[in-house]
């Protein structure tokens, strides 16, 4: 392989695995240590040793993660594990204790590894929802009211985790 052809694959490596491990370990640094000429003299080494580390020791992922459909899944979470915090509380604090607690079976589509686990830890997200138990491709949900449309929710979350990996959940494939 001469040179010229060598040169985009290291780019292309350079630019999605070690330029963004580089800023993630300096901005993580800035934030712990602060931003003193001192600091930032330490950080140089430190930070170039520990993407290097990284690299060595983290597996290349299967599943990549796209960025802005990770960036613009994050208010869907915050909002939903807000919602569900309120919605417990309600629940828990009305006289009348309005609860239907129950089990529903949610049948998947998103591979195992990375997307899978988080979809299982999403769940928990949802108002009054717990993944209790997965087997072929059966996600077990205990939900404290089956009334709830906690079937289309799992849907829009399963959607938006294959987005994130670049997952087809209806096929389990790469978008």
């Known amino acids: 392989m001469d040179g010229s ?3 985009p694959a290291l780019h292309k490596y350079f630019g999605q695995r070690v330029l963004p491990r580089l800023i993630l370990f300096e901005l993580l640094w800035l934030v712990l240590a602060g931003t003193s000429p001192q600091s930032i003299m330490i950080s140089l080494p430190v930070v170039i040793v520990a993407t290097i580390a990284s690299l060595i020791l983290a597996p290349t992922l299967r ?3 796209s960025p802005l459909p990770l960036i613009r899944s994050l208010p869907l979470f915050l909002f939903l594990s807000l919602v ?3 919605d ?3 629940r828990v604090f009305h006289p009348d204790l309005p609860i239907r607690p129950g089990l529903i079976s949610y049948h998947t589509r998103l591979p195992h590894g990375p997307p899978l686990a988080l979809l299982l830890n999403c769940i928990s997200l949802l108002p009054g929802t717990i993944s209790a138990d997965y087997r072929d491709s ?5 939900t404290i009211d089956t009334e709830q449309p906690a ?3 799992i849907k829009k979350l399963e959607d938006r985790i294959g987005e994130i990996f670049r997952v087809d959940p209806a096929s389990g494939g790469a978008l």
């Open 5 to 7: 052809m060598a040169r």
């Open 63 to 65: 599943y990549p993660i």
């Open 84 to 86: 569900s915090g309120f």
């Open 88 to 90: 417990v509380m309600k």
């Open 138 to 142: 059966c996600i077990l949900v205990h």
């Open 151 to 153: 079937e289309k929710v």
